[in-house]
């Protein structure tokens, strides 16, 4: 399956992002789907997860409240909407795609797209 992110940019402290991330390829349901994120110079990290059907979610601790996953499987797309936005989520964002359920690790998506940088300024 190859992955389109997209919908990344420059916004204040305080402020909404909504990121998306449109499939091709393959079977679009076939896929837990993750959002992770890289800092400059730090590990990536996991940002959210979300079920095949979009039936389970689950957040890091750092975004928990303020980002929300969800998915649209009739247009291939999942999208992560990123409100009260700090500095500290300043980072490249990454959607992944993994068989079976979602997981918090990295290293276990096999799909991942491009990247799209999202930047907040204090």
């Known amino acids: 399956v190859q992955l389109q992110a997209s919908g990344g940019g420059l916004v204040q402290a305080g402020g909404s992002l909504r990121l998306s991330c449109t499939a091709s390829?393959?079977?679009?349901?076939?896929?837990?789907m993750g959002w992770f994120r890289q800092a400059s110079g730090k590990e990536r990290e996991f940002v959210a997860g979300i079920s095949r059907g979009g039936g389970s979610t689950t957040y890091a601790d750092s975004v928990k409240g303020r980002f929300t996953i969800s998915r649209d499987n009739a247009k291939n797309t999942v999208y992560l909407q990123m409100n009260s936005l700090k500095p500290e989520d300043t980072a490249v964002y990454y959607c992944?795609?993994?068989?079976?359920?979602?997981?918090?690790?990295?290293?276990?998506?096999?799909?991942w797209g491009q990247g799209t940088q999202v930047t907040v300024s204090s």
């Open positions: 992944a795609a993994r068989d079976g359920y979602w997981s918090s690790s990295w290293r276990d998506y096999g799909y």
């Open positions: 390829g393959r079977t679009f349901s076939n896929y837990a």
